[in-house]
């Protein structure tokens, strides 16, 4: 347990479907992270929110929609996925974003499958 | 550009010692991560170097030279539990900002 929980664990949408997926951090922390992680590839950050404010935005296309209602949830809206878009999506926190030793606590992941 | 690169599968023995490299060219160090990553569960923290030399942290050590851009993750007597991914991660300072760079990670297979 790492104190960051992700919902659903595992996802299966078709194309024109709209889905959300959930992030929970219980540490206190001020910054959250969503990353994508496609098999034998880096981790792909997506976006960065610092005290509810969205800080950066890797060039992620506008199907995919975070939202940060608050310190400790994160969501990422889901819509007119395509195959390529399967694989794990990882949710992360850390205390905030300005220091070097900025350890980040990872969630489980969904696993997201597009047919 | 930034650019990490670390083995892609390593296999050893129960109870052997294993090294896992991990070489970067970055610009803006400041620090290196390894987190752990079982199958299937999340990427949980290592450790950080940002001085040179090597840490100690019971049967995981982790050893950085800045002046080589190069790193390494020694695991001794290794437990079957110990099969995972370990992911090399680098942390850089930007115009934008602090940025954590991640490796693809290393899968290590521990045998009996």
């Known amino acids: 347990e790492t104190g960051v929980t992700q919902t659903p664990r595992h996802l299966v949408m078709g194309m024109t479907n709209k889905k959300s997926l959930k992030c929970e951090q219980h540490?206190?922390?001020?910054?959250m992270y969503w990353y994508k992680q496609s098999a034998k590839k880096p981790l792909e950050l997506m976006f960065v929110?610092?005290?509810?404010?969205?800080?950066e935005n890797n060039s992620v296309p506008s199907r995919f929609s975070p939202e940060c209602p608050n310190s400790s949830h994160l969501f990422l809206h889901l819509h007119t996925l395509q195959p390529e878009d399967s694989a794990l999506y990882l949710c992360?926190?850390?205390?905030?974003?300005?220091?070097?030793?900025?350890?980040?606590?990872f969630g489980p992941g969904t696993r997201l499958l597009v047919l | 550009g930034q650019n990490i690169d670390q083995p892609t599968e390593m296999t050893a023995t129960e109870g052997a010692i294993v090294q896992i490299n991990c070489t970067y060219q970055?610009?803006?160090?400041?620090?290196l991560f390894w987190y752990q990553q079982h199958a299937g569960e999340a990427p949980t923290f290592l450790s950080y170097?940002?001085?040179?030399g090597l840490e100690e942290k019971g049967r995981f050590s982790s050893f950085l030279s800045r002046s080589k851009g190069y790193s390494y993750l020694l695991l001794k007597e290794l437990q079957m539990k110990d099969s995972a991914s370990y992911l090399c991660?680098?942390?850089?300072?930007?115009?934008?900002?602090?940025?954590?760079?991640f490796g693809a990670g290393t899968r290590l297979f521990v045998k009996a």
């Open positions: 929110y610092s005290l509810e404010e969205r800080v």
């Open positions: 540490l206190g922390h001020n910054a």
């Open positions: 970055t610009s803006g160090f400041n620090g």
């Open positions: 170097n940002v001085l040179d």
């Open positions: 992360a926190s850390s205390q905030g974003i300005d220091r070097p030793q900025e350890t980040q606590y």
């Open positions: 991660a680098v942390r850089v300072l930007g115009k934008g900002g602090f940025k954590t760079i």
